[in-house]
């Protein structure tokens, strides 16, 4: 699933490779991501420029010269890909915008659990969960007394807290399980029991991993952005692996189907 890192990555990358571009034909190819009727979508983006590429947590937006905004939540199995129009398609690609110089950007879903939306102005209330989204973990305004008294508000196991998208919005299983490996933070702690220390290292921490997971993606990842690069994580679904600070194997269990990975002996 993409998380903040890789979208801040990926948005950069299309704001420098089809911002200004006309598109010339929108095709559409596979309809359950779309919550929106085709012929809005091809009529309102046809002929029509983008202007600005955003990001607001997991979700992509796409700017046009009209009021018009296209948001991609990519979930699960959702990727980007620019490319030539003569590329062999993906299997699962669910639309194509073809540009005059001949370049396409595309989205293709394994799974189609990803959701395409079309709104008109600001008004961007037909998406769920939209409007409740957190602040952003790496803006400045978010300081660590707004994030100590946000966090007062969550009483639960504060992994869970870090993937309510309502308390931050953008991190997801992977980095919630890097950031609280470099907090020395066990997982599964419910939020009551974090000292004020550990809620200042959580603090600086989910900034710190953040931040230099979107330097190493800018990188490696050039413009090939349907690629997710993980190998660089240290905790993430390394389960049996060695610690890589005290050598002892990485856990790695399923609750609820969602893997978490952590260090027993170095996160506490």
């Not at 085709?38 to 590429?53: E, K, P, R, Y």
Request: proline letters at 5%.
């Amino acid at each position: 699933m993409p998380e903040l890192p890789d979208l801040e990555v990926i948005k950069k990358v299309l704001n420098h490779r089809i911002v200004d571009k006309k598109i010339e034909k929108v095709e559409i190819l596979q309809p359950l991501v779309f919550r929106c009727t085709f012929d809005q979508f091809v009529n309102q983006l046809q002929g029509h420029s983008i202007t600005q590429v955003n990001r607001r947590g997991k979700f992509l937006i796409f700017d046009f010269d009209t009021d018009a905004h296209v948001v991609i939540h990519p979930m699960l199995g959702g990727r980007l890909q620019l490319c030539q129009i003569n590329e062999r398609l993906k299997k699962r690609t669910c639309f194509r915008w073809q540009f005059l110089d001949g370049t396409e950007f595309r989205y293709f879903d394994d799974n189609f659990m990803g959701r395409i939306y079309l709104v008109q102005g600001n008004d961007f209330s037909p998406i769920p969960q939209f409007a409740d989204l957190g602040p952003e973990p790496l803006n400045a305004n978010l300081s660590l007394e707004l994030f100590q008294q946000r966090l007062k508000h969550h009483p639960g196991m504060i992994k869970n807290i870090l993937t309510n998208q309502k308390f931050l919005a953008g991190i997801g299983n992977a980095y919630a399980d890097e950031i609280l490996f470099a907090a020395g933070i066990h997982p599964f702690r419910k939020r009551p029991s974090l000292t004020t220390e550990e809620i200042e290292k959580l603090y600086h921490f989910t900034r710190s991993v953040l931040g230099k997971a979107i330097e190493i993606l800018s990188q490696r990842m050039g413009e090939v952005i349907e690629v997710e690069i993980r190998d660089f994580l240290k905790v993430h679904r390394r389960g049996g692996e060695p610690c890589p600070v005290c050598g002892t194997k990485i856990s790695e269990v399923s609750p609820n189907k969602r893997i978490t990975s952590f260090g027993r002996n170095c996160q506490k």
